[in-house]
Nanobody, 123 residues
Framework: QLQASGGGLVQAGGSLRLFCAASGRSVSRWAVGWFRQAPGKEREFVAAISGNTGRTYYADSVKGRFTISRDNAKNTVDLQMNMLKPEDTAVYYC??????????????????WGQGTLVTVSS
């Protein structure tokens, strides 16, 4: 089971940092993806990090603004979100898998999910 946290209300142009933690286990070697779901829309891929190589992947809509990274000391996979836009408003979810799926943009490829955390960006 994974748990996402760190959401909140922020003005456009601001920053937030989200955290993904696992209950009772280490995420240091997991592949982790972040997804988001805006009201009335389907869940979409945001970013992913490979467990073994640490390579990162981003949706075009967040590239250059969001950064996914590991904090092994805290046992989390973080999503730093800068230059936030109103269209970034969504519930953000993290998902885990033992290895980075070939189709890492597909939510169906991940085994472990947590509850989401709401990010609201005001204009």
């Amino acid at each position: 089971q994974l748990q996402a946290s760190g959401g909140g209300l922020v003005q456009a142009g601001g920053s937030l940092r989200l955290f993904c933690a696992a209950s009772g286990r280490s995420v240091s070697r997991w592949a982790v993806g972040w997804f988001r779901q805006a009201p009335g829309k389907e869940r979409e891929f945001v970013a992913a990090i490979s467990g073994n190589t640490g390579r990162t992947y981003y949706a075009d809509s967040v590239k250059g603004r969001f950064t996914i990274s590991r904090d092994n000391a805290k046992n989390t996979v973080d999503l730093q979100m800068n230059m936030l836009k109103p269209e970034d408003t969504a519930v953000y979810y993290c998902a885990g898998h033992w290895v980075l799926p070939t189709r890492y943009r597909s939510q169906d490829e991940y085994d472990y999910w947590g509850q989401g955390t709401l990010v609201t960006v005001s204009s």
